[in-house]
């Protein structure tokens, strides 16, 4: 499966068919999750598959900033490890499964809250060490193209100069807008990447105090657009390591992690 080609197909769904997925494909999409490639190995997560999505539709108000009710066929809730890294790392691991989706013609949607735990109990079983973070919608999409055709990248997106700065060249410029067909909370592209001869550096921008859930949101949203870029970086065979380094502080910007091109 090509993931740069789902990059460019892929867009958030919000209205699906009254049809429920097969149980062979449903176990295939569980089985993705869980197996996902993630940023930081030692945080624990776990993708719990809902099959009956009345049972996240009727706690939908129990979401915390979510965009209003989607009602899906099915439902992914992700639940982590709360440590430093975990909220990059879930955006990670699961927007990989959302573009395998999208190769699958199966529409999905991020809804953007945090979940009240105690909602939850009769749901799904949430490991003692984990909290639940956040919810995935997924069915096949209302409209019938919804996801065969390929959106240009600059659809409803920043411009590259908005959220770069630093030696981008032409290949590089490829690559960033790949980054820029990220989704992220109310499509704020919260995103900033400076990029130096030997690395790129990820940050996010700084939320007021009135604005600390969007900032928390922000961090998965970072998580999400490294995964594009990784999937871009692997199409041209560019190596790469992801790692935290030392005094990269920014004004009014949050340090996420770093991408070193010194291989």
């Not at 969007?214 to 995964?227: F, K, Q, S, T, V």
């Amino acid at each position: 499966m090509n993931l740069m080609n789902c990059i460019y197909r892929r867009h958030s769904v919000r209205k699906y068919k009254n049809e429920k997925l097969s149980t062979n494909t449903l176990n295939e999409i569980e089985a993705l999750a869980n197996s996902s490639l993630k940023l930081y190995r030692d945080i624990s997560m776990y993708a719990h598959l809902v099959k009956d999505g009345m049972k996240i539709q009727k706690i939908s108000k129990g979401i915390i900033g979510s965009y209003g009710k989607i009602v899906a066929p099915h439902y992914i809730v992700i639940t982590s490890e709360e440590k430093e890294g975990y909220l990059e790392n879930v955006g990670f691991a699961l927007e990989r499964l959302v573009l395998q989706l999208t190769g699958m013609n199966i529409g999905s949607c991020w809804i953007g809250g945090f979940i009240k735990k105690d909602l939850l109990n009769d749901i799904i079983n949430i490991p003692q060490n984990q909290i639940p973070v956040i919810v995935i919608s997924f069915g096949y999409p209302e409209t019938e193209d919804a996801l065969t055709n390929i959106i240009s990248s600059d659809y409803k997106r920043k411009a590259i100069k908005g959220f770069c700065s630093g030696d981008f060249n032409d290949e590089w410029i490829g690559i960033m807008k790949a980054v820029g067909r990220a989704p992220s909370a109310m499509n704020s592209q919260p995103w900033r990447f400076f990029k130096s001869r030997d690395a790129v550096d990820l940050y996010t921008v700084k939320r007021t105090i009135i604005t600390r859930h969007l900032e928390m949101m922000n961090r998965i949203d970072a998580g999400i657009a490294l995964c594009h870029m990784h999937a871009a970086l692997e199409d041209r065979n560019i190596e790469f390591k992801i790692l935290k380094l030392a005094d990269k502080d920014r004004k009014d910007l949050n340090y996420i992690t770093s991408i070193s091109l010194d291989y």
